[in-house]
């Protein structure tokens, strides 16, 4: 998709900036849960796809939406988010 390319040109290039200055981490979210972000905006599921800020809606477990339920796909991505970034910044 156009907005995919015109975004992650973006990133990869800040990513290749600051790699010059200190350790640079990136990651790719591709999971296509039960919710996006965009249905706010009024998109359906099929309509949204992944938007890019969908991520953090599983790493915080925090939407307007209902919290995910215990033992889903949903909430075992969120308990993964969570687990890697803290791994990354040694709090786990």
């Given amino acids: 998709m156009y907005g995919d390319r015109w975004l992650m040109t973006g990133i ?6 600051h790699s010059r200055v200190a350790p640079t981490y990136g990651y790719f979210f591709n999971y296509y849960g039960q919710r996006s972000l965009l249905q706010g905006y009024g998109m359906t599921r099929e309509e949204s796809g992944i938007s890019h800020e969908d991520d953090i809606q599983y790493l915080f477990n925090s939407t307007s939406m209902d919290p995910f339920v215990p033992g889903s796909p949903d909430a075992s991505i969120s308990e993964f988010m969570v687990e890697i970034f803290t791994n990354f910044a040694g709090v786990g």
């Fill in 12 to 17: 990869y290039s800040g990513m290749i900036k």
